[in-house]
């Protein structure tokens, strides 16, 4: 018997291809109730540190015992470990490559299992390029069922999972050095740095050559013009008003940026 409850899915398949629909085809087989909420298909191929930024930013909004199903999987095939966590605000299934590593920063996980029980699979000889469709999703569905973690295959030491080893930030005599560690589809550039180390300060950030002015909104500056701010996700972003500022300023994923404090 099937029960509602939420299930998410985040990856790197785009919306070009069937490999979406065909997890959520075989979700509804186990689970024709769950309801299943795309957090993104967009995220750039293999880009485990951009999976890893949008699962941490939607994962605090959704209820209690949500499944999150994530797969941007370059390991797939592997020796990489398939896993199911529980977590004290829902469940994260997906591969052990690091892309749980924001989630897990922030809320610690309770259990961790190694997805051994083929029982739980779609087959019980996945094949070796689609792991979303015979084993994450089928996994996810089941957990959103009501079967108890411990079922799905053998716990493992929460410490033992990979952590992405992404660059940190730190202070300096006149502000901080961080990098861009996210790029959305406008091109606002998210950096590193939370928003509260500059709140209530007056502040620039440099990247490269050029210097950028921080305001509070967008209207601030005129059509074009760049500006620094603490975006939605609260964090240090550079963004252009009405445009796109990784094209328009050349910015790329890990840029150095500098956030000096004005005097």
């Given at each position: 018997?099937?029960?509602?409850?939420?299930?998410?899915?985040?990856?790197?398949?785009?919306?070009?291809?069937?490999?979406?629909?065909?997890?959520?085809?075989?979700?509804?087989?186990?689970?024709?109730?769950?309801?299943?909420?795309?957090?993104?298909?967009?995220?750039?191929?293999?880009?485990?540190?951009?999976?890893?930024?949008?699962?941490?930013?939607?994962?605090?909004?959704?209820?209690?015992?949500?499944?999150?199903?994530?797969?941007?999987?370059?390991?797939?095939?592997?020796k990489r470990r398939a896993i199911a966590a529980e977590l004290p605000q829902g469940f994260l299934v997906g591969p052990d490559n690091g892309?749980?590593?924001?989630?897990?920063?922030?809320?610690?996980?309770?259990?961790?299992?190694?997805?051994?029980?083929?029982?739980?699979?779609?087959?019980?000889?996945?094949?070796?390029?689609?792991?979303?469709?015979?084993?994450?999703?089928?996994?996810?569905?089941?957990?959103?069922?009501?079967?108890?973690?411990?079922?799905?295959?053998?716990?493992?030491?929460?410490?033992?999972?990979?952590?992405?080893?992404?660059?940190?930030?730190?202070?300096?005599?006149?502000?901080?050095?961080?990098?861009?560690?996210?790029?959305?589809?406008?091109?606002?550039?998210?950096?590193?740095?939370?928003?509260?180390?500059?709140?209530?300060?007056?502040?620039?950030?440099?990247?490269?050559?050029?210097?950028?002015?921080?305001?509070?909104?967008?209207?601030?500056?005129?059509?074009?013009?760049?500006?620094?701010?603490?975006?939605?996700?609260?964090?240090?972003?550079?963004?252009?008003?009405?445009?796109?500022?990784?094209?328009?300023?050349?910015?790329?994923?890990?840029?150095?940026?500098?956030?000096?404090?004005?005097?």
């Open positions: 018997m099937s029960q509602q409850g939420f299930l998410t899915l985040l990856s790197d398949f785009g919306d070009r291809d069937e490999y979406v629909a065909v997890m959520k085809g075989v979700i509804a087989q186990i689970n024709p109730d769950v309801r299943v909420v795309d957090i993104t298909h967009q995220i750039p191929p293999q880009n485990i540190a951009a999976a890893r930024f949008c699962l941490m930013n939607a994962y605090p909004y959704f209820p209690l015992e949500t499944v999150h199903v994530a797969v941007v999987d370059p390991g797939v095939g592997g892309l749980f590593t924001g989630v897990l920063s922030q809320s610690p996980a309770i259990t961790v299992v190694e997805l051994t029980n083929s029982k739980y699979w779609r087959i019980t000889k996945p094949s070796s390029t689609f792991h979303g469709r015979d084993i994450f999703a089928p996994v996810g569905a089941h957990l959103a069922n009501g079967v108890p973690l411990k079922h799905l295959g053998q716990e493992i030491n929460p410490a033992t999972l990979v952590k992405l080893d992404l660059p940190g930030y730190s202070q300096t005599e006149d502000g901080i050095v961080g990098c861009i560690q996210y790029i959305d589809h406008f091109g606002n550039s998210v950096t590193n740095i939370p928003g509260s180390y500059v709140q209530g300060k007056s502040w620039s950030v440099q990247i490269g050559e050029g210097t950028i002015k921080a305001y509070e909104t967008y209207g601030e500056v005129a059509v074009g013009d760049a500006i620094a701010l603490v975006g939605s996700h609260g964090w240090v972003e550079i963004a252009v008003n009405s445009g796109n500022a990784q094209s328009q300023l050349q910015i790329n994923w890990g840029d150095e940026i500098k956030i000096k404090i004005l005097k």
